[in-house]
Structures are given as C-alpha cells and as structure tokens.
C-alpha cells in the first residue's frame, strides 16, 4: 500500500518569552512530518535550531526530497543512511514510529523494546534575564522540585544567587549553552558548588573546550553541543560525566535508543532533553527518559497553550499517554 508524507510549518506562542545565551523569542516553530498509509496515519515532530545550521525552509526541503522514497516504502533504517542527524530526519523517523503503533495497536515503548514509562519528574527551565527577574521566575516555580537555570553571560554568579535565594528547596540544574569562557569557568563552577547545583550544560563551546580537563568538581558536567547521536560518542572528551539526549539531535528515536543504551554502558549519567514544542514532539522521548538521571521534557510548560490532548502535567510530574 502507498505511503504519502505530508509536511506542515506551525507557530505555537510561548508564554511570555524563552531567553538564553543565543538570544530570545516569543513563539516556538515547529515542522511536523505525518506519513499516511491507508487508513492510518503517523506523526512526528521537530524543531530547526540555527546552531546546528538548520532553518525551517532547509528542514522541509530535507523532507520534501525524501516524498518519493516515502511512497516506495522507506524504512527507519533507509532513513538513517538518507539523512544525517538532525530535525529533519527526527520528525520523519518519529512519523515511521507513530505510523507503527497506529497500524499495529501495540505502544511505541513496546516496539522499541524498552521498559512502559511511569510519571516522572520534568526539570521546568528559568529563562536567562537579570538577577531581579530571574529571582523572581524562581520564587513563582519554588515548589517545582527541579529547577534549570539558563545562564551564559557576564553575571552568572550573581543570577543563580539570586534563583537560590528564590527557591532554597529546590534542585538546580544548570545551562550555560557554551556561554562561559575559560577565564570565568572556575568561578561559575565555584559559584554552582556554593548553591548546591547537581550538573551543569556545556559551560564551553564545543570543540573549544578543553580548559574543562583542568577541573575537579562534584558537579556533573554534561554534553549537550558537543554530542548529537550515537555515533559521536565514540569521540566525546573525558571531561564529560553526562550527556543530554534530544531527538532533534540524534534525528529521531532510532538513534537515540542507541545513544542512550550506549552512554549507559560507558558509566556516563543521562539527561533526556528537548527543545521547546509541543507534546508531539516531547511524547516519543518518554521512551528513552524512564529511568534517566535528569528529565528534562517541559517544552510544552513553555508555551502559551499546547495541542489538544496533549501531554498531562501535575506540577513537574510529566504524566505518559
């Protein structure tokens, strides 16, 4: 039977403003990729990040050219010789996924062989903004039992001050997303022993990160930049004593089951990350989060409003389909 790939560019507003070391905006661009074969349909979503060389036009490009394959009956396994890692390549594997579980009744983490998802706890993000402003994001979310706080600028010590003057129960996790630079290093990492704060996100820029081999911190220091999908992990620094694991990074679930059965084995901590979507694009990596160090899965909490049946949230407690 013919398969037919759809590709549709959505906006969802986000709630206020999403700010980090990159830059701000106020709405979320998503791309969704739906394969329809006979009377069932599967979904995926992604998000193009201009960091890694990604627009929403190349994205849907990327997808386009693959419609024809489509129709002829491509598997996730074409997929992954077809595309590199990236958004595009994740909205159209999930898709495959999605059309699965549909044509086959089963759920997805029994497709993938991995264990049924229980309510878990979400890290709910703090945008980067001043100490006054970040302090008081911190005492709206202070009974959120863990806390991300971006960061990446000049002032860093005095803003996760301020979020732990905010909220003084609550765990801290930390993004600089390759904003410190190594003169300032060891006094953020200083600053985040003193507040207790559990890992922090690529203090350095990827590849230019080296002044990390010069550290010795309790604190987890976690690849987010500096690794992408399974085969990039063969070349991820020592430094690194976790790795955050998005679907948009590894290009989808295939992937990142791989990645993240693979990080394991090395003794590495895992995060299970996302960028900021709707519960389409969060819904696919419960998969690889039950039984993660840190969840990392409040895109939809970012936005103004989410999709329709969308994700349940109880508090911070992500609760599964």
Not at 163 to 173: M, Y
Request: aromatic content about 4%.
């Amino acid at each position: 039977m013919m398969r037919e790939l759809e590709i549709a560019v959505e906006h969802w507003p986000i709630a206020g403003s999403f700010t980090i070391a990159r830059g701000s905006r106020t709405e979320a661009v998503v791309v969704v990729a739906t394969v329809r074969e006979g009377e069932h349909a599967g979904w995926g979503e992604c998000v193009p990040y201009k960091r890694y060389g990604e627009s929403v036009d190349s994205v849907v490009a990327q997808l386009r050219g693959l419609a024809e394959a489509v129709r002829d009956g491509l598997t996730r396994a074409d997929l992954l010789r077809r595309l590199t890692p990236g958004a595009a390549r994740n909205a159209l594997d999930c898709a495959l996924w999605d059309l699965e579980v549909h044509a086959s009744g089963r759920p997805l983490h029994a497709l993938a062989g991995a264990p049924k998802p229980a309510p878990m706890t979400t890290a709910y993000t703090l945008s980067l903004g001043t100490p006054e402003s970040m302090y008081e994001a911190a005492r709206r979310a202070a009974e959120r039992p863990l806390l991300k706080v971006k960061l990446g600028g000049d002032g860093d010590i005095e803003r996760l001050a301020a979020v732990r003057e905010g909220a003084p129960r609550a765990r801290l996790i930390v993004d600089a997303n390759e904003g410190w630079r190594p003169d300032n290093l060891g006094a953020n990492i200083a600053a985040c022993e003193r507040e207790k704060v559990e890992l922090i996100e690529q203090p350095l820029p990827a590849g230019d990160d080296g002044a990390l081999a010069r550290i010795d911190t309790p604190v987890a220091i976690c690849a987010d930049e500096s690794i992408h999908d399974a085969a990039s992990l063969a070349a991820l620094p020592a430094w690194y004593t976790a790795v955050n694991i998005k679907l948009d990074k590894t290009g989808g679930l295939t992937d990142a089951l791989v990645l993240r059965r693979e990080a394991a084995a090395r003794g590495l901590g895992i995060m299970v990350g996302c960028m900021v979507g709707t519960s389409l694009g969060m819904t696919p990596a419960l998969v690889i989060a039950e039984g993660a160090d840190y969840v990392d899965l409040d895109g939809p909490l970012l936005l103004a409003r989410d999709r329709e049946g969308g994700l349940r949230y109880e508090g911070s407690t992500l609760i599964p389909p």
